[in-house]
């Protein structure tokens, strides 16, 4: 029988990513028919029994789903330029943020930052995101800490959504650092995000997920758990910070409130992989901090991947830890610094991103999928990793809708 669909995309070379395939799940010729910004049809070879409205030749041009940034802090104020020259004479991420630097010194800038700067800012650095490829975004409050100053980020990053069409989902990072109005009370400021805050901007329909920073220079396990209870009274999925620096054992606690995801992870213990698998829990990697920071430890890699522990790669995109605007470059750094594949690193943007965010929905092209897609002119998906600033793509496609063309 015959199939109606508003766009038929074919000669393609379609790197599904489906979870079933090993590598990049590849269609040669391949070809997908996207109705109501759904992809309803796939196959292989010539297309039958598809009647399109509109059908474009991708010429064996490399087709695969559109990019997900799951892990930003894209809404901030300030830079912190001085803070990376301070690093190149010996001082470290740890001492800057103890005097008072760090994400303090963003808080200040956001607080100080009107919401229409504040969006004309966000608004740049996702339009270069969205030039990568990126259909769908994570972005984190965390740099107002006031009620008032993490409404406006979270507003900011709710207002992008009527700019573009990309998908947006917003988490509130409430315990990300210590405000001036708390100086010395970090269990009264967490009382004030577990009791005040959180509720009230949850109220507001603002928050999609909620976050901590489970550091030594952030908060204890204890009240990041604290933290978690509140969500998941408040019906909110959680992710963490956790052993970016340390091992506080974080990502186990995360995984006991089945943490959407853990991220960063550089000092996390083989002992604890196990318990982000039996929680279906990612592990978001950002390479983008192991970079801009000079760590020298790398995440347990060969241990997650042992376990089957979902792999994500995001940007980490903040003016602190990973001043890097640009996903592919992040892809590139994943594989040249974790040695991860370039399959595994597609999939980290695609599949594995989206579970961290929930969006099971995307990540994967297959039947019933968003239509949220990427075209690139190259022979193989690993060329679009390997070239850094080499390889845009040539058609951005969400929710069936070119962006990008
Ligand atoms: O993901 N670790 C905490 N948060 C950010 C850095 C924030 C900052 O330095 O401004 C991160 O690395
Ligand atoms: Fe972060």
């Known amino acids: 029988m015959t199939q109606h669909a508003d766009t038929l995309l074919f000669n393609a070379q379609i790197a599904t990513v489906q979870p079933d395939t090993k590598g990049y799940g590849l269609i040669d010729n391949g070809w997908l028919a996207v ?3 759904k992809i309803v049809a796939l196959g292989q070879g010539s297309v039958t029994d598809i009647k399109a409205q509109t059908s474009v030749d991708l010429r064996g041009q490399l087709l695969t789903p559109g990019l997900i940034d799951c892990h930003t802090h894209l809404v901030f104020g300030g830079d912190r330029a001085n803070e990376f020259e301070q690093r190149l004479e010996g001082l470290s991420y740890e001492a800057i943020a103890k005097a008072g630097g760090g994400i303090k010194s963003t808080v200040k800038a956001t607080r100080e930052a009107s919401f229409e700067r504040l969006l004309q800012l966000a608004q740049l650095r996702l339009q270069r995101l969205i030039n990568d490829g990126v259909t769908s975004v994570e972005i984190k409050s965390g740099y107002g800490l006031d009620i008032a100053t993490e409404r406006k980020i979270l507003q900011v990053a709710e207002h992008l959504k009527s700019d573009y069409p990309v998908t947006i989902q917003r988490t509130y990072l409430g315990a990300h650092a210590l405000p001036p109005e708390f100086a010395n009370s970090s269990d009264d400021y967490i009382g004030f995000v577990c009791e005040t805050a959180m509720p009230q901007l949850a109220g507001e329909g603002l928050i999609d997920a909620v976050d901590v920073f489970c550091e030594g220079i ?3 396990p204890q009240q990041c758990e604290q933290v978690y209870q509140t969500a998941q009274s408040l019906g909110l999925p959680i992710k963490a910070h956790a ?6 054992g974080g990502a186990k606690l995360a995984a006991q409130y089945q943490a959407l995801s853990v991220d960063h992870l550089e000092y996390l213990n083989t002992d604890d992989v196990a318990s982000l698998k039996h929680s279906g829990t990612v592990a978001v990697l950002l390479p983008g901090a192991f970079y801009f920071l000079r760590e020298q430890q790398l995440p347990p890699i060969d241990a997650l991947r042992q376990h089957g522990v979902p792999m994500a790669i995001a940007s980490d ?8 605007n640009s996903l592919l470059t992040i892809m590139n750094m994943a594989c040249v610094l974790f040695r991860l594949t370039p399959a595994e690193v597609l999939r980290g943007v695609t599949q594995h991103a989206a579970m961290a965010l929930g969006l099971e929905h995307k990540g994967v092209i297959a039947v019933g999928k968003d239509a949220d897609l990427c075209v690139w002119d190259v022979e193989h998906p690993a060329q679009i990793i390997a070239g850094m600033n080499q ?3 040539q058609q951005v496609w969400i929710r069936g809708e070119r962006v990008i063309s």
Do not use: K, M, V
């Not at 052993?243 to 506080?248: A, G, I, N």
């Not at 995109?317 to 890097?324: A, W, Y």
């Open 218 to 220: 952030g908060f204890s």
């Open 35 to 37: 109705n109501a910004g």
């Open 391 to 393: 390889h845009s793509p």
């Open 243 to 248: 052993e970016q620096l340390s091992d506080l």
């Open 317 to 324: 995109l903040n003016p602190g830890s990973s001043p890097i």
